[in-house]
């Protein structure tokens, strides 16, 4: 970002009954500068401005670590009547501009954070809905072997439901299945098998429903209604 810089005399005072510590009987001035800073976004003052000892006659500044004592106590006594700045610091218009696009893009962000997500909302409700033949849920399942409990396979694909009754079901499942996650919209929903696997419904929430088949071989996880 490009940075202006420049020193403003803000004001002078003469130290004529001061001893030249550099070259004794030469006239000095005592001058306050203040830093002016400027950017595209904003622009400022220093605080406080800074003192310097000036020699009239070699046009050269006394440098500080030879300022005697004297010297120090009238930069005191001078300092309280050097004029404040007019400001520290103050947006230009194109920081006005930044400013108020952050502050909308984080209202934004906020905003699309909290708003109700509609497929969200969609999608939770039909979970709730009683399950009837033909309906298509997504969801992960599990293979076990049925007189172990030990997991023999696991992923994703689509279910259709072939017939729906009050505590049991005949589901099909997809060809395609995947064994890493993936979205229902990358999955294939209209080819099932033929074969079709009696399940009895553990859990039905809002957010999920768990199905189980009789001869505990396959557990389902139903998170989509199509």
Not at 5 to 29: C, R, T, W, Y
Not at 39 to 64: E, M
Not at 78 to 98: D, S
Not at 99 to 122: H, R, S
Request: contains cysteine.
């Amino acid at each position: 970002m490009f940075i202006y810089i420049k020193k403003i005399e803000e004001a002078s005072f003469a130290a004529d009954h001061l001893q030249n510590p550099v070259n004794p009987g030469n006239q000095m001035i005592l001058v306050f500068y203040r830093s002016y800073f400027s950017t595209a976004i904003y622009t400022g003052y220093s605080k406080n401005a800074a003192p310097s000892y000036y020699d009239r006659v070699t046009d050269k500044f006394i440098p500080k670590r030879k300022w005697s004592e004297e010297m120090k106590r009238y930069v005191q006594e001078c300092e309280n009547q050097v004029p404040k700045a007019p400001f520290r610091l103050k947006p230009t218009i194109f920081g006005y501009i930044f400013i108020l696009a952050f502050i909308g893009f984080f209202a934004y962000l906020v905003y699309d954070t909290v708003k109700p997500n509609p497929y969200q909302q969609e999608r939770v409700s039909k979970l709730s809905e009683t399950m009837n033949g033909g309906d298509l849920y997504f969801g992960r399942f599990t293979e076990k072997d049925p007189s172990t409990g030990t997991p023999k396979g696991s992923g994703f694909r689509w279910f259709k439901i072939m017939d729906a009754g009050q505590e049991s079901l005949l589901i099909s499942k997809a060809r395609e299945h995947s064994t890493t996650a993936k979205t229902s919209m990358e999955m294939n929903s209209s080819d099932f098998e033929q074969e079709t696997i009696p399940m009895k419904i553990k859990d039905q929430e809002s957010y999920q429903i768990d199905l189980v088949s009789e001869d505990g071989s396959l557990e389902v996880t139903l998170t989509e209604k199509k």
